[in-house]
């Protein structure tokens, strides 16, 4: 099946949706004051900047992102980076549950968060529904899908990433013809029989370029184009979610198809994928590419000052805007914007999300007379296999490792989770603190 980029695809008639998630347990601490798509990625982005900037580069320039918990700094960082001119009637625009006269309760899943507003989507003229999901790094041309999508004369297209058996049990699978239409998807198969009727045919196989590996599957990316009368039919029923009510339904009554994804594809869903996801940025050849100037992720514009060097020894890192750097040690880290390292400092597989201003020599001062380290990280401390959120202040002296803890546990201004441990936001550890 041909995936030539379409030249001629017109992006107005397309409405991205982007789902925000819920509460965002499983990142938690990360989600404690914030929105899951609002969480920090890679020293200087948002979750949320990787959807919206594959739609931008495909030319969708119409979205609508819905959350419900801790929206005002995703509120802020939407309004503060994503304003398109007067004459493209482009708009990021976040969409926050709330109580009306008819309806008193929060999103009660996917399906019924994109219900819930959808006369907001009703005041625009489009011929297409995408659907995302906002805690999701990968690089996708939608274009490319939504071409797929009008060639097949579709009515339901799912974008599918090939998984090995081991994955297959934890998604939606799919089974697909030579045309790609979907002929049975069954939800985180866990019988033997069930797998092994799932595999990828051979000859699919060969047709994808796949190779000879049996044990292959097509699993379900959460990323959806709905024509829109099939669309609005579905949301004119009682279904609550599209992975485990529309899409099974949609498979069986409608023209549904598979567009196979084959790139770099993470769900960001736990603090351990994010962490890894976070830290293979800084390898040799991330598998994500955020220097793809085809593709570009865009975000905040924040006029930050170059990041100064002091006589450090930087080695697999990526350093952000303005940061200052003193004779540290970092490996293996991202550091994020505004970061400030003191002398002697070792950080190691650590990911330091920086800080949201620059402290005054005022505000130093002050904090000094009340205890307090100033932001960043203090001089001669080492910290191991931490996740350092926004504005902490980490003192000198200090040790910061999950060496001989629990894989989860709580502590006094920490949390351990999956083996990481994590300083929340405006934390503040003290002067010879050891964790």
Not at 410 to 435: L, M, S
Request: one cysteine or more.
């Amino acid at each position: 099946m041909p995936e030539d980029h379409d030249q001629s695809l017109d992006a107005s008639r397309v409405l991205a949706v982007i789902l925000g998630g819920g509460r965002g347990t499983r990142l938690f601490p990360l989600t404690r004051e914030r929105a899951k798509p609002a969480v920090p990625l890679a020293g200087k982005y948002r979750l949320v900047d990787i959807p919206i900037s594959n739609c931008i580069n495909a030319g969708i320039k119409r979205m609508y992102l819905l959350t419900q918990f801790n929206s005002a700094s995703l509120h802020r960082h939407i309004s503060q980076s994503y304003k398109f001119d007067h004459f493209t009637r482009g708009f990021v625009e976040v969409l926050a549950a709330e109580q009306t006269l008819s309806d008193s309760s929060w999103y009660q899943g996917t399906a019924d968060a994109v219900r819930q507003h959808v006369g907001h989507f009703l005041n625009h003229r489009f011929d297409y529904f995408l659907i995302l999901s906002g805690d999701q790094l990968y690089n996708m041309d939608f274009s490319k899908v939504i071409g797929q999508h009008i060639k097949n004369d579709a009515e339901v297209t799912i974008a599918t990433i090939p998984v090995d058996r081991e994955a297959a049990t934890g998604f939606g699978i799919m089974q697909i013809d030579a045309d790609r239409q979907i002929r049975e998807f069954v939800e985180k198969p866990q019988e033997t029989e069930v797998i092994d009727s799932l595999r990828i045919p051979a000859q699919t196989r060969n047709d994808l370029g796949l190779g000879d590996d049996e044990d292959q599957y097509l699993a379900s990316m959460g990323i959806y184009v709905f024509n829109r009368d099939v669309m609005l039919e579905y949301l004119d029923s009682d279904h609550i979610d599209f992975g485990k009510h529309i899409i099974p339904e949609a498979i069986d009554k409608c023209r549904s198809f598979s567009y196979v994804y084959q790139g770099y594809w993470e769900d960001v869903g736990t603090i351990r994928t994010f962490f890894e996801s976070n830290l293979d940025a800084a390898s040799e050849l991330p598998k994500f590419n955020f220097f793809d100037m085809e593709a570009p992720i865009f975000t905040r514009p924040r006029f930050l000052p170059a990041s100064k060097i002091n006589g450090a020894a930087i080695d697999h890192a990526v350093l952000s805007d303005g940061c200052i750097i003193n004779r540290a040690q970092i490996s293996d880290s991202i550091v994020g914007v505004r970061s400030v390292v003191g002398d002697g400092t070792m950080i190691q597989r650590v990911v330091m999300m920086g800080a949201d201003y620059y402290e005054s020599a005022d505000s130093i001062d002050h904090n000094n007379t009340l205890g307090r380290p100033p932001l960043g990280i203090g001089s001669n401390t080492r910290i191991q296999n931490a996740i350092i959120d926004k504005n902490a202040r980490i003192g000198n002296n200090c040790i910061i490792s999950p060496a001989g803890k629990d894989e989860n546990c709580d502590g006094e201004g920490y949390y351990v989770r999956d083996g990481i441990v994590i300083i929340p936001k405006n934390a503040i550890i003290p002067d010879n603190t050891v964790i």
